[in-house]
């Protein structure tokens, strides 16, 4: 048996991870923490390929030199957004960017953080993701 996920269904299962994990941090240890940055940076990155699929579908893949298929990053979705009237604004793009340099250091070097400063980063994240998707696609992110 095949197990498929669409952009947006793979995404929601992020978030739903990361929630998961931030919610058992408390009694299974902080270290769960790293993994819910990472699920997180997962759900959005995907999310936002979702919008960007939406308005130009064609634009979310390529083909390498090499002939291989790649999608375009996070930033490359938000230009796609951009340059169709549907930006997601400074604050929310601030704060993408800072969730993304923890991600990078956790993924490629050594890291710190306030757990208070994750919690409060990933809630704004969430709370304008949702108000993004409210506004753009009518989209309710139910979990």
């Not at 030199?65 to 169709?84: A, F, H, M, T, V």
């Not at 994750?118 to 969430?126: M, N, T």
């Amino acid at each position: 048996m095949k197990h498929k996920l669409t952009l947006f269904e793979n995404s929601i299962d992020s978030l739903n991870e990361s929630l998961e994990l931030v919610k058992s941090a408390e009694y299974k240890g902080i270290r769960r923490y790293k993994f819910a940055i990472l699920s997180f940076c997962h759900f959005a990155e995907l999310l936002f390929k979702h919008f960007a699929s939406k308005i130009a579908p064609d634009k979310i893949t390529y083909i390498t030199k090499k002939g291989e298929k790649r999608s375009i990053s996070l930033w490359g979705c938000l230009k796609i957004l951009d340059s169709e009237g549907q930006g997601i604004g400074e604050e929310l793009k601030t704060n993408l960017e800072w969730i993304k340099r923890i991600r990078n250091d956790i993924e490629h070097y050594e890291f710190h953080l306030s757990i208070t400063e994750v919690e409060l980063f990933i809630g704004k994240i969430l709370s304008s993701v949702i108000e993004y998707s409210e506004r753009n696609e009518e989209l309710e992110l139910i979990w």
